[in-house]
């Protein structure tokens, strides 16, 4: 039985490869997740991956499990109404939530307090009872509108992660850059990962 759980929301934002890295991340790091995934996100992983989703939510329960080895019940699929699932409650809800990739579109429903869908209502959610959010955009350019919305929502203690990898540990592969990316979310959640050294901590390279 996990004793740890996370919400984790994937919109429609270019950077499957990263929601995809995290997910297995966290599965391996014993955490029971809450999944959910928009429309475009859809469209998204199936342009960038070649990954087609199964419409049932029965059928997504044994896809992810099956992908990510996860155990029984580890990995819970929210559909994008399901208000009835833990996370839409303040009482029940994780703690911690990340929207990785994290469509500007979704960014704005956030700061505006829209809860038109499970995964605006779950980010309400965290903000609401104090909680630890993510998000994690990857858009270029950020227009006037975008900076606006992350500046409210960094007042309000919400964490903007950009997906802009660093080059200071010499990537080598693309997967090298998703690495960079996936080791700072998982920083800030707090668990211990072995992706990427920390800056000044790998003698060979930083100091």
Not at 51 to 60: A, G, H, M, R, V
Not at 81 to 105: L, N
């Amino acid at each position: 039985m996990q004793n740890k759980s996370i919400t984790l929301a994937i919109t429609g934002a270019s950077g499957a490869p990263y929601a995809l890295r995290l997910i297995e991340q966290l599965v391996n790091e014993n955490y029971h997740i809450f999944l959910l995934i928009s429309s475009a996100a859809k469209v998204v992983f199936a342009t960038e991956e070649d990954i087609k989703f199964p419409s049932k939510k029965e059928q997504l329960d044994i896809f992810f499990k099956e992908r990510f080895k996860a155990s029984e019940g580890q990995i819970t699929v929210c559909g994008k109404e399901d208000w009835f699932s833990p996370v839409a409650s303040g009482s029940a809800a994780p703690k911690q939530m990340i929207v990785c990739p994290c469509s500007t579109g979704t960014l704005s429903s956030i700061a505006m307090g829209a809860c038109d869908n499970l995964i605006e209502r779950a980010a309400d959610v965290v903000i609401k009872e104090r909680g630890q959010l993510i998000l994690v955009p990857r858009e270029m350019p950020f227009s006037s509108l975008h900076l606006e919305n992350m500046l409210k929502l960094s007042q309000l203690g919400v964490t903007i992660m950009p997906a802009a990898p660093g080059f200071y540990h010499q990537p080598k592969t693309i997967a090298d850059l998703v690495d960079f990316v996936v080791a700072r979310i998982l920083d800030h959640i707090g668990v211990d990962q072995k992706l990427m050294a920390r800056w000044g901590y790998d003698a060979g390279r930083h100091t």
